[in-house]
């Protein structure tokens, strides 16, 4: 028997809130709206129907819609969500958030 362990990937992801009025928690992204636009994504009856590959996957309220590397938008619960994935920094010009924070606030307590 060998082990495995998963590779490492950033993504995209949102939360469904199944609120009416606010059905995606935070920033909705643009592949969201294309994909609402294009018909891969649907409000239905159970919350949001995605359709790829001929098939079709319901997002449920909690759930994350996941945009993988290859283009899919992937259903995954919150409880897996959170067991797999970590909140990434931002990189701006090759450096975190934080890194260009620290750097700029070394700057002015430098002049």
């Known amino acids: 028997m060998a082990l495995y362990r998963t590779k ?11 609120n009416l009025s606010s059905p995606f928690d935070g920033a909705v992204p643009q592949w969201v709206w294309e994909s609402l636009g ?14 790829y590959n ?7 309220p909690t759930d994350w819609m996941v945009m993988s590397s290859d283009g899919v938008i992937r259903a ?13 920094r931002k990189r ?20």
């Open 8 to 18: 490492p990937e950033e993504v995209e992801a949102i939360q469904y809130t199944g």
């Open 76 to 88: 995954c619960s919150d409880k897996v969500f959170k067991t797999y994935y970590v909140r990434a």
């Open 38 to 51: 294009s018909g891969n994504l649907k409000f239905n009856a159970h919350g949001v129907e995605i359709a």
């Open 92 to 111: 701006t010009s090759g450096n975190t958030e934080d890194e260009a924070g620290a750097a700029a606030t070394a700057v002015a307590a430098a002049e």
């Open 54 to 60: 001929g098939m079709s996957e319901d997002v449920l």
